[in-house]
Every structure is written in C-alpha cells, then in structure tokens.
C-alpha cells in the first residue's frame, strides 16, 4: 500500500446523471476526508469520517451528495442527478488521528466534467 | 474567520533562478502550517509541516519560514528545476480536537518554470 488511491481518475457524465466515486485510503489510516476543488482554487472540505462514522458534512455538501464509508476502509462518493457545476477535480485524503502530525496525505484526484 | 491569504497568485521564473512565495494566514488557535505541492491533475503532496515553535523547514531545496507573531510564511525554493512547475498551497490547521474543519487552505500559487 503506497498511498491513497482513487477511482476513477477521470468522469464524463451528462447532466441529470448519477456517479459514483471511489476512495481507498492508506490501509492503517482510521480518517478519510472529501474535498471539491475547482480550477485556481484550494481544496474545499466536503465530509470526513472517523473509522465508518461520517462525523462532519460541508453546508457545501447538498442533498444530491451522500458518501459512505461501511467497513472502515475504503469510501464511496456519490452524486445524484449532476449539475454542471459539479465539474470539479473531487479529493480524497487520509490520515491516523493521534499520530502527533494529523497530516492529510492525498490521493491523485477524481475529475468530474459534466456536459 | 479563519483565512489564508497567498501571493502571488501566480509566477514566471527562468529555470535555475530562487523564488519566494508568500503566505498569510488569520487562523486561529494555530496548530500548525503546511505547504504541500499540487502538479497539474494530481492530489496535493506535503512539503513541509512547521509547528508554532519552528522558525524554518527544509526539504531539498525548499525551505519553508514561519513567523507566528505576525502570521506569515513564505516558501523559498532555490534553483529552480523544470519540475517545480506546479501550484504551491499554504494550509493552516487550528486546534479543533480533532475533525476536518480545522484546515484551512489558500488558493496556491501557480509556478511556472520556463526553460
């Protein structure tokens, strides 16, 4: 396990479709975040969980946005019925609370375009 | 509320020239401060991590600077390579016990390296 990894690295979608898309954190980390990031922009906090809990939701994060997180390891990232301004590079990060550091490491991206 | 503020937004150095970049930073109660690199279509990767009680970091030919008393810092990268070509984020964290919302990210710098 080399790092955080996400799948798929790219999505075109229509508007008014579903996605799904897929985290899998450093095997040992106990937290897993969600960012948005847009062009010329810092990451955007989305979501996070501790182990399978969800503990915090962005007021970014509407109702067409559900992530889950069932076993503990790896996380899902799902949009309903996408806008286009949903177009955006999507983040996934881990890391083990109580390390001293808290670092985030972040895996490669999710780009979503959506037409 | 919290802020990171970086400059510039963006730079054009000649390869094998320094370059310095700013960050400022209203976030507070400080924990610590990153810079992490971003190339183009990829997750962020972390540089430098610098706590309250640490003046500078180096990291190869990055040296990262922290002055807590007027909440600034600054990224100096000497000798440029073709390969820094990437955008710089500045990310603060404040002590929240713990959660996500307690990272606070500029909008990076985007750093060209010309030949």
């Known amino acids: 396990d080399t790092g955080v990894s996400q799948d798929p690295r790219h999505k075109i979608t229509k508007r008014g479709q579903n996605v799904t898309f897929r985290c899998d954190p450093i095997?040992?980390?106990?937290?897993l975040y969600w960012y948005r990031q847009t062009l010329g922009q810092g990451p955007e906090f989305l979501t996070y969980f501790q182990n399978e809990a969800q503990l915090e939701k962005s007021r970014l994060l509407s109702d067409r946005f559900s992530a889950e997180r069932p076993k503990g390891s790896f996380s899902t990232l799902e949009i309903q019925r996408t806008e286009q301004g949903d177009s955006a590079m999507y983040l996934c990060?881990?890391?083990?609370?109580?390390?001293?550091?808290?670092?985030?490491?972040f895996g490669p991206g999710t780009r979503l375009t959506v037409l | 509320k919290n802020q990171v503020e970086q400059s510039p937004q963006s730079l054009i150095i000649l390869e094998g020239k320094n370059c310095t970049l700013q960050?400022?930073?209203?976030?507070?109660?400080?924990?610590?401060l990153r810079w992490y690199k971003q190339d183009t279509g990829r997750g962020p990767v972390s540089l430098t991590i610098m706590t309250f009680s640490e003046n500078t970091k180096s990291n190869g030919r990055y040296t990262a600077t922290l002055d807590a008393d007027t909440k600034q810092s600054s990224l100096h990268i000497t000798a440029s390579q073709l390969s820094d070509s990437a955008s710089y984020i500045c990310v603060v964290s404040a002590f929240s016990g713990g959660g996500a919302d307690g990272l606070t990210f500029g909008k990076g710098t985007h750093l060209i390296i010309q030949p």
């Open positions: 960050c400022n930073y209203t976030v507070s109660p400080f924990s610590n």
């Open positions: 095997s040992e980390h106990n937290r």
């Open positions: 990060a881990s890391s083990l609370s109580g390390s001293g550091s808290d670092e985030q490491f």
